[in-house]
């Protein structure tokens, strides 16, 4: 819940700075809502998941996590604008790559960083 109204605020905050005081079509704040859930399920339930309870090997993790950031990104962008998505969608080969890359990245600065904290907690107990 926290996740979904906190990206529809946003959603809402950049749309407005973008394009002002201009007239709406009330499907507009459905597609946002849409983008929101995207968001809260993506970013509030699978990554807290994976990278705090999951128990599976790393490229598992890696995986699920850049399908589903995959997944919610190109479905936010589609709800947002048609055009834009296929201005996007001839590029998906690089952003697949480049999301995996980052994902990849990202897990073992994250991991090395989470390692070097239960080494300091054990140290402690000594």
């Known amino acids: 819940m926290q996740a979904a109204f906190l990206t529809n605020i946003w959603i809402l905050g950049i749309l407005t700075i973008m394009f002002g005081n201009t007239t709406v079509d009330l499907n507009l704040f459905w597609r946002i809502i849409g983008i929101s859930v995207l968001f809260a399920v993506t970013f509030g339930l699978i990554y807290p998941y994976v990278w705090n309870y999951g128990t599976w090997m790393a490229p598992i993790n890696i995986m699920v996590t850049t399908v589903a950031n995959i997944l919610c990104g190109f479905g936010a ?10 201005l996007i969608r001839p590029y998906w080969w690089e952003i697949i790559l480049a999301d995996l890359i980052l994902h990849v990245l990202m897990f073992y600065i994250y991991r090395n960083y989470e390692n070097k904290q239960l080494v300091k907690k054990l140290n402690q107990l000594k």
């Open 77 to 86: 962008v589609y709800l947002l604008s048609k055009l834009m998505f296929n």
